[in-house]
Structures are given as structure tokens and as C-alpha cells.
């Protein structure tokens, strides 16, 4: 029932910039905390970004501050990840993620997005 898009990724150079959708249904969207994961080439999952339910408090990974922003548009089911200043070691595959509640703590997702892929070279 819970299900999550993914769509925004693609290529982009050094430098550049993408944005990231995930449209959620499948549960109430305002009730929950959202973040962003990724999985670069032969790696593990790692926690990029997290906003809680009603957005007021956002968490992001120490090597992307400054450079992803994380919102969502609760009237419309969909949480962004703004990304600029693009780095090749920000290529990877970006999952959405559902939490069990308002707070996006890490490793307590329950739902994941089938994800969308961002390349970054020259």
C-alpha cells in the first residue's frame, strides 16, 4: 500500500545541480518523518538527509551541508532533495524513505522508494 516514486536523477557535471522528487501514497505524508539514502557502486546504504513530519527540523550528512537541501511539500504527498554543487562521489542510487514517525532518526525507516539514479562526471 505505502508507496514511494523516486524521479529527478540523471547526469550532471562537477558543479552542477539536480533536484529530487519522491511522491509518497499509501499513508497519511504530514504524520511522517521522510529522508534521503543513497548506495553508491559497491556500497553500503548510507543516510543522506532527513526532514521530520511537518518539516521544521532537517538533518543532513556532514559531507553534503551546505550543498543538499532537504524540504517537502506535505499538501502535495512529496519530500525534495535539492542538490547542488555536485561532487562525483555524490553518484549514486537515491532512495526515498518512509520513518515510523515524525523524527527521521537513522536505520528507522520502514518503506523505501525503488530509487532514482544520480551520475555526476565530467
Known amino acids: 500500500q505505502v508507496q514511494l516514486v523516486e524521479s529527478g536523477g540523471g547526469l550532471a557535471q562537477p558543479g552542477g545541480s539536480l533536484r529530487l522528487s519522491c511522491v509518497a501514497s499509501g499513508f497519511t505524508f504530514s504524520g511522517y518523518a521522510m529522508s534521503w539514502a543513497r548506495q553508491a557502486p559497491g556500497k553500503g546504504l548510507e543516510w543522506v538527509s532527513g526532514i521530520s513530519s511537518d518539516g521544521s527540523d532537517t538533518y543532513i550528512k556532514d559531507s553534503v551541508k551546505g550543498r543538499f537541501t532537504i524540504s517537502r511539500d506535505n499538501a502535495k504527498n512529496t519530500v525534495y532533495l535539492q542538490m547542488n554543487s555536485l561532487k562525483p562521489e555524490d553518484t549514486a542510487l537515491y532512495y526515498c524513505?518512509?520513518?515510523?514517525?515524525?523524527?527521521?532518526?537513522?536505520?528507522?525507516?520502514?518503506?523505501w522508494g525503488q530509487g532514482t539514479q544520480v551520475t555526476v562526471s565530467s
Open positions: 524513505r518512509k520513518h515510523r514517525d515524525g523524527v527521521p532518526k537513522p536505520g528507522e525507516s520502514d518503506y
